[in-house]
RNA sequence: GUGAUUGUAGCUCAGUUGGUUAGAGCGCCAGGUUGUGGCCCUGGAGGUCGGGGGUUCGAGUCCCCUCAUUCACCCCA
């Protein structure tokens, strides 16, 4: 056992791993810029207070998965970003982005860091890829985060996805169902379980999604937050199921969908894999059009977004076998040298063929010819270049191909323009 | 934070009721083939049995502690 192990709950990322990552960034870059969203980076640390405002002092990220620090006895408490939305809402409004142009429409590829248990889909440093709409207040904006969300699921080739929508209305109609709510369970009072007494006072609705059995029979004769709303926030929610459904996307209708995070109003939407085991939420998102004035912007900045999991987007994929045909690419070629006495002479030509944007691959620890043919077949490159003391003299280079086996002896221009005209694919394996 | 689970070679794992020098497959390295890979054959390197303590003539096997892993609760991506 080595004497220095990654720190609990974070992990290493090695080449034969990261094709995959590279590949994901780029479908979300690629329907990002197809949606007309421009990338973000935001440092990935804050003030602790700007998450205690934005996410809520009673959740559990606030309340206790924050990794916060004291930077240095006299400084503000800081925080490891436990999500993207507060940092993102900070830049923009510090920058005052919204005078520039009335919509900005963001997007983001970050880590984030939760002080949880480990489980499995679940990690202290996690990435998540994400978008901000902001500065449109409308069923027609969430219902676009939802969209431009489902397309990178639906690119990637992921199935089995389900997503489930909800609304919370405005914050005048959860005041009023709160009300509702606490007159309903104050009979219960006595059979609610601790994490439910401590939300009776602070944050009723989260009662909702509570999962322990022995609430489930309280909560499924609660009255609906449904019945409380507004005819307003009805007819957005109508709206966003029409672009729903216009697009075709699938969903259920979740009266229980509460999520997390206090910044969330109107729709509120989760996604879940089947692949994921306990935690299979992948994505998910709503819209917060009260988090800027929380944050004590003086207009109103109303906003959408969605993040989903990196982590377990990777997951789901390599458990539907998205990831087949992915392999880190080997090099073009393979200068061989005969003998070590040749590894100047090897490398030589290796620089030139580098210089000529042909990706190359030398054994600089002087093995012998079978272990660098190994080495090369191992790599899958395509060619072998064999140095030799007969090419050093005479100029003329073996060249292989490591798939057909044709092995011809040219001059190293000849050699060059051989290889640049190769566009076959390269060895199986 | 709570519960359970598992720690033996680089990886995946065997290891009988405690009993000599702890094994296999894969991988790695070398040779067979001294100018040519994949396949095959032969050989080799590599292990404080997670760590510490205890019981015992004797511990990878039993007991205690500790560290780590994984899964689940909670909650979330």
């Known amino acids: 056992m080595p004497q220095y192990q990654v720190v609990k709950g974070a992990r290493d990322i090695f080449p034969d791993e990261i094709v995959r990552w590279h590949y994901v960034e780029g479908v979300v870059h690629r329907l990002a810029l197809l949606y007309g969203y421009s990338e973000i980076r935001t440092p990935v640390f804050e003030y602790t207070e700007l998450f205690q405002r934005s996410i809520g002092a009673t959740t559990d990220i606030v309340g206790k998965e924050m990794f916060s620090f004291l930077p240095d006895p006299q400084g503000r408490s800081i925080t490891l970003r436990p999500e993207m939305t507060a940092g993102v809402m900070r830049a923009v409004l510090q920058k005052n982005l ?16 939760r002080k949880e248990r480990p489980q499995a889909g ?15 207040s409308s069923p027609a904006a969430v219902a676009e985060v939802i969209t431009f969300m489902m397309q990178v699921f639906e690119t990637l080739g992921i199935r089995g996805l389900k997503l489930r929508i909800n609304t919370l209305g405005d914050s005048s109609d959860r005041a009023r169902y709160r009300e509702v709510l606490r007159d309903y369970l104050t009979p219960f009072y006595d059979r609610l379980d601790l994490a439910s007494r401590e939300r009776f006072e602070k944050n009723p609705l989260r009662i909702l999604d509570s999962k322990n059995p022995d609430m489930q029979e309280i909560i499924a004769g609660a009255p609906r937050l449904h019945d409380s709303l507004s005819s307003e926030a009805v007819a957005d929610f109508e709206k966003v199921r029409f672009y729903l459904d216009s697009r075709r996307i699938a969903y259920d209708i979740d009266y229980r969908l509460v999520r997390g995070l206090d910044y969330y109003c109107h729709t509120a939407f989760e996604v879940t894999s089947p692949e994921l085991g306990a935690q299979d939420a992948i994505g998910g998102g709503g819209r917060y059009d009260g988090l800027a004035k929380e944050l004590g912007s003086s207009g109103e900045v109303p906003a959408s977004g969605f993040a989903a999991g990196m982590e377990r987007v990777l997951i789901t994929m390599e458990k539907q076998g998205l990831f087949a045909a992915l392999s880190p690419p080997g090099p073009k070629v393979y200068v061989v040298a005969q003998q070590q006495g040749l590894l100047d002479h090897a490398m030589q030509v290796a620089y030139r063929l580098r210089s000529e944007g042909i990706s190359t691959e030398v054994d600089l620890a002087g093995r012998s010819m079978k272990a660098q043919m190994r080495d090369a077949n191992r790599m899958r490159a395509c060619f072998a270049l064999f140095i030799g003391e007969d090419e050093v003299v005479s100029g003329a280079y073996a060249l292989k191909n490591l798939v057909t086996a044709d092995q011809t002896s040219q001059s190293l221009d000849a050699v060059i323009e051989l290889i640049n005209q190769y566009s076959g694919k390269e060895p199986e394996s």
């Open 122 to 136: 679940r990690q202290r440093q996690f990435s998540q890829f994400g978008a901000e709409l902001l500065g449109v």
């Open 98 to 113: 919204l005078s520039t142009a009335p919509v900005h429409k963001l997007f983001y590829l970050s880590e984030l860091f």
